[in-house]
């Protein structure tokens, strides 16, 4: 069996033993398989092994990869995205998880009306209030919730968050039950065009603490690929 493929095995088999613990459907967490930096090729050998929602966080590396993989797997954008890149990527992911400004929130919808499609995001949470990283704070989700629900072309699925790097993947997990709480919060709540339907927290370091707090979309790529080496030709 390629490593690869032994990697994506070890993974479900975790996500499995979690959700079977607490009386979840292993087959209602996603497993996206977050493909920056990797080749074709490997990528393929992960859609063998039964992936099919790959992560991706540049524009420009989505549209280098779309042509060959798009038949294979769902494309999701997970990196900050600038309003002056939406219209090259707005046909060619199933899921935009990083929205993250009111500004971004028009453009999507306005270049998903001209392509005469409705786009599918998730709204990015810095619940932790890292200066280095994006997303709203979570006092200002619920204004991002309603300021959306007034689009036509776009529907809000859910949450986002990428926790800061511990040594000790425990200390995440005060964050992603804050998140959680949000999104139980907002699932109670209707509005148009929103649906809670995806909790997107987990990487390498802390996808088990993120699912045992509820996450049901993990975006993991050094536990699947190895350690990512950046090339300056990608
Ligand atoms: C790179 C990246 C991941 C995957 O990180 P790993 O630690 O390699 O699993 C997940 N989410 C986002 C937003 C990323 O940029």
């Given at each position: 069996?390629?490593?690869i493929?032994?990697?994506?095995?070890v993974i479900k088999?975790?996500i499995?033993?979690?959700?079977?613990?607490?009386?979840?459907?292993p087959?209602d967490?996603?497993?996206i398989?977050?493909?920056?930096?990797?080749?074709?090729?490997?990528?393929?050998e992960a859609?063998?092994?039964?992936?099919?929602?790959?992560g991706e966080?540049r524009?420009?590396?989505i549209?280098?990869k779309y042509?060959d993989?798009?038949?294979?797997?769902n494309?999701?954008l997970i990196?900050?995205?600038?309003?002056?890149?939406?219209?090259?990527?707005i046909?060619?992911?199933?899921?935009i998880?990083s929205?993250?400004?009111?500004?971004?929130?028009?453009?999507?919808?306005?270049?998903?009306?001209?392509s005469?499609?409705?786009?599918?995001m998730?709204?990015?949470?810095?619940?932790?209030?890292?200066?280095?990283?994006?997303?709203?704070?979570?006092?200002?989700?619920?204004?991002?919730?309603?300021?959306?629900?007034?689009?036509d072309?776009?529907k809000?699925?859910g949450?986002?968050?990428?926790a800061?790097?511990f040594?000790?993947?425990?200390?995440?997990?005060?964050?992603?039950?804050?998140?959680?709480?949000?999104?139980?919060?907002?699932?109670?709540?209707?509005?148009?065009?929103?649906?809670?339907k995806?909790?997107s927290?987990?990487?390498?370091?802390?996808?088990k603490?993120a699912?045992?707090e509820?996450s049901?979309m993990?975006?993991?790529?050094?536990?699947?690929?190895?350690k990512?080496?950046?090339?300056?030709?990608?």
């Amino acid at each position: 069996m390629s490593l690869i493929k032994e990697n994506i095995e070890v993974i479900k088999k975790e996500i499995e033993t979690i959700c079977l613990e607490r009386n979840r459907e292993p087959k209602d967490v996603t497993l996206i398989a977050v493909t920056k930096t990797v080749d074709i090729e490997r990528i393929k050998e992960a859609i063998d092994a039964g992936i099919t929602n790959i992560g991706e966080n540049r524009v420009q590396e989505i549209m280098d990869k779309y042509e060959d993989l798009k038949n294979y797997a769902n494309f999701h954008l997970i990196g900050h995205l600038q309003s002056n890149k939406v219209k090259y990527i707005i046909d060619k992911v199933k899921l935009i998880h990083s929205v993250d400004s009111m500004k971004l929130i028009d453009e999507i919808n306005k270049r998903a009306e001209k392509s005469n499609t409705i786009v599918n995001m998730l709204i990015q949470v810095n619940v932790a209030r890292e200066d280095t990283k994006f997303g709203i704070d979570i006092n200002e989700v619920d204004d991002y919730i309603e300021y959306a629900s007034k689009f036509d072309n776009i529907k809000v699925q859910g949450l986002m968050t990428i926790a800061p790097y511990f040594e000790d993947a425990e200390k995440t997990r005060p964050i992603f039950r804050t998140l959680k709480e949000k999104f139980d919060e907002l699932s109670n709540n209707k509005y148009n065009n929103v649906e809670m339907k995806y909790l997107s927290m987990g990487m390498t370091n802390d996808y088990k603490i993120a699912i045992e707090e509820g996450s049901n979309m993990v975006r993991i790529g050094t536990k699947i690929f190895g350690k990512r080496v950046y090339n300056s030709n990608l």
